[in-house]
Structures are given as structure tokens and as C-alpha cells.
């Protein structure tokens, strides 16, 4: 019952992971009161979105490659390659008020917001969203959008700026 394609999750070096902010970071940032915030999340809970110490990359990239195609041959070929399904719907809205231009995965991982169209394709909720739509939440951390990094620098705010002129709440 091994699904023949690669699953879409791969399993995460946690201690790796643990040690990014303790050792690896730049300890000249840590006085910066304004990314203090980073270090007081603790990372087992993430949102819940990194439980069983499971990382759902490859099923992004897979969502995303798949834009445009039939969301039930996409969904189905998803769900044969995951161990569960509902990371699939982290980014793909099942109605129309979960839909958002983007989503936070763990703390600095961003990733377009999906929905399915009245065709039944599956669709981007803003496609105008990129690497430079956001600015960093914090200095220490490698943020992304779809797995590219951001281009705009950390501002010092902790505030999420919503994408310019693209009018999405
Ligand atoms: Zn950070």
C-alpha cells in the first residue's frame, strides 16, 4: 500500500532545527527587543503545524506546480502520497471565507493561499503575491514565500505589511 510516488513530507532533523536561534543566530541582533517575539514562540507548537516532527515542503511545491489542474486529480494524487491529509488544506481554502493571499507555515515559511474555482480547478487566492510582498516578522530567520527568499529587509515592526494594492483583506 506504499504509495509509488515519493511521499510529499519528509521527515524533520529537529535538533538541527532546535539549535538555529541558540547557536546559529546573530547574537548582535538578540538585544533588539523588536525580535524578541521570535524567541518566545516555542517551537513544539508552531501553529500545530509541525506536529510529529514532519515537514509538508514537498506537498507546497506540489499544490503550487499544480495550479490550474483538476482539484480532484490533484487532491487525489496528494492524498496517496501524505500520511494524513489535512496539511493539504493549510493552503487550499474548502470555502470561500477561509480563503486568504497567504499562509504562515511554522515561523517564517509563507506560502500562497489556494482555493478550487466553480470549474474545479485549483486556483492561487492572489496571484500577484511574491518574495516581495511581505517584509520579515524577525532578523534571525530566513524568511520565504513559496520557498524563495524574501527581497524586502527586516523593518523592525512586527507587523505583517498585506500586499500593496492588491485590495485582499
Ligand atoms: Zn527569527
Given at each position: 500500500m506504499f504509495p509509488r510516488k515519493a511521499p510529499l513530507y519528509?521527515?524533520?532533523?529537529?535538533?538541527?532545527?532546535?539549535?538555529?536561534?541558540a547557536k546559529g543566530g546573530n547574537y548582535r541582533d538578540q538585544r533588539n527587543s523588536k525580535a524578541r517575539g521570535c524567541y518566545e514562540q516555542p517551537r513544539e507548537t508552531m501553529h500545530g503545524r509541525r506536529r510529529r516532527g514532519l515537514d509538508?515542503?514537498?506537498?507546497?511545491?506540489?499544490?503550487?506546480?499544480?495550479?490550474?489542474r483538476k482539484w480532484n486529480e490533484v487532491h487525489a494524487e496528494a492524498v496517496s502520497?501524505?500520511?494524513?491529509?489535512?496539511?493539504?488544506?493549510?493552503?487550499?481554502?474548502?470555502h470561500e471565507h477561509q480563503r486568504?493571499?497567504?499562509?504562515?507555515?511554522g515561523?517564517?515559511?509563507?506560502f500562497s493561499g489556494m482555493y478550487v474555482d466553480a470549474d474545479g480547478l485549483l486556483q492561487l487566492v492572489d496571484p500577484s503575491m511574491g518574495p516581495s510582498s511581505l517584509v520579515p516578522l524577525c532578523r534571525c530567520c530566513t524568511h520565504t514565500f513559496n520557498g524563495l527568499p524574501f527581497t524586502r529587509p527586516f523593518t523592525g515592526l512586527r507587523a505583517t505589511v498585506e500586499p500593496g494594492g492588491s485590495g485582499a483583506a
Open positions: 519528509r521527515k524533520v532533523n529537529t535538533t538541527a532545527h532546535g539549535v538555529h536561534h509538508y515542503t514537498p506537498l507546497f511545491k506540489f499544490l503550487l506546480a499544480n495550479v490550474g502520497r501524505l500520511d494524513r491529509p489535512d496539511p493539504i488544506f493549510w493552503l487550499v481554502a474548502l486568504r493571499p497567504y499562509v504562515l507555515i515561523e517564517s515559511s509563507y
